[in-house]
C-alpha cells in the first residue's frame, strides 16, 4: 500500500524532540511522500528546510490567522519562497471565520492576493475554510490553477460547489470522529476518486478509531492509514484501490511523478 498525507505541520514545536523518528514511523507504515505545510512566512522557511531534510514536499503561504501581520511585501517574499525546488503548492491560505483571529476584510485580501500569485507563478493553492464559503467561494473562483481545499468539513453546498470549480478535496481524520464527522461521512461517497486527497494535519486530529490511542493523543503522519480505512470502508471499496487513487491524485496535482513500486 502507498500513502501521500498532503498535510503535515512537521514545523510544530509537538515534533521538535523526535522528527526524525516520526517519519521513520510514517515511512515504515507505508507514507512515500507528505506535503509539509507552510502557514506564514517563518513557518514556510522551516517546512522547506525540512523538506530537504527528509526529501519531502512543501507549501509556502500564509494562513488566514497569520493575515493580521502579513507584511507588506509578502507577496514578494512567497514568490521567492515558491521557487525552491520543494515548494509545490501556494498556501495554506484561506479564508477563517471561526475564530477570526485576523480580521475578515484583511483575510480576504490576503487569500486574493495569494490566489492571483499561485495564478501568475502557476502552482496549485492549498486553501483553508472554516465558516467561510461564501466569500472563499467569491475569491477561489478567479483560480486558473488546480487546488485543494485542505481538511473539508463543510456542507453538501460547498463540496458540490468547489467540485464543480475542479478542486480537489482533502480528507482528515474528522472522518473518523464519531463526535462531529456524522456529516463527513454522509458525504464522502459523493467525492469522486479522481478529486480524494488524504492527510492526517498532524499533529491535529488524531483518529479517533485508533485503538489504542496513543498517550501523547499526538497525530503523526503514520496515522493516516487509519483515515484512508474508514474512507474505504465508506466508499465500500477495496483499501488499496482508493488508496492509490489518492496517491495518483496527489502527484498530479503537485506535478510530481509517481516513483516505479519495488
Given at each position: ?7 503535515v ?77 520543494a515548494?509545490v503548492?501556494?498556501g ?20 486574493a ?32 490553477v ?13 463540496l ?28 464522502l ?16 486530529l ?6 489504542p ?17 474508514q ?9 488499496e ?20 513500486c519495488?
Amino acid at each position: 500500500m502507498r500513502y501521500f498525507d498532503i498535510g503535515v505541520n512537521l514545523s510544530s514545536e509537538q515534533f521538535a524532540k523526535d522528527r526524525a523518528d516520526v517519519i521513520f514511523r510514517a515511512q515504515s507504515a507505508g507514507i512515500e511522500n507528505m506535503l509539509l505545510i507552510g502557514s506564514n512566512i517563518d513557518d514556510s522557511r522551516q517546512a522547506i528546510a525540512l523538506a530537504h531534510t527528509f526529501n519531502q514536499t512543501a507549501s509556502a503561504g500564509i494562513h488566514p490567522h497569520d493575515a493580521k501581520t502579513a507584511q507588506s511585501n509578502y507577496c514578494e517574499t512567497i514568490a521567492s519562497l515558491a521557487s525552491d525546488s520543494a515548494v509545490v503548492a501556494i498556501g495554506e491560505c484561506g479564508l477563517d471565520y471561526n475564530r477570526d483571529f485576523s480580521p475578515r476584510d484583511k483575510q480576504r485580501e490576503v487569500f486574493a492576493a495569494q490566489v492571483a500569485l499561485a495564478n501568475k507563478l502557476n502552482k496549485p493553492l492549498y486553501m483553508h475554510q472554516r465558516d467561510a464559503h461564501q466569500d472563499f467561494l467569491a475569491i477561489v473562483k478567479e483560480a486558473e490553477v488546480p487546488g485543494v481545499v485542505h481538511c473539508f468539513t463543510d456542507s453538501e453546498q460547498a463540496l458540490e460547489a468547489y467540485l464543480e470549480l475542479g478542486f480537489y478535496i482533502g480528507i482528515t481524520g474528522w472522518l473518523c470522529d464519531e463526535r462531529r464527522g456524522d456529516t463527513l461521512r454522509q458525504l464522502l461517497p459523493r467525492i469522486p476518486l479522481d478529486k480524494l486527497l488524504f492527510e492526517t494535519d498532524a499533529p491535529y486530529l488524531l483518529p479517533r478509531n485508533i485503538k489504542p490511542k496513543p498517550k501523547s493523543r499526538r497525530c503523526e503522519p503514520m496515522h493516516i492509514t487509519h483515515v484512508v480505512a474508514q474512507a474505504a470502508e465508506l466508499y465500500g471499496l477495496p483499501l488499496e484501490e482508493v488508496a492509490d487513487a489518492a496517491f495518483n491524485n496527489a502527484h498530479k496535482l503537485f506535478a510530481l511523478e509517481v516513483s516505479a513500486c519495488d
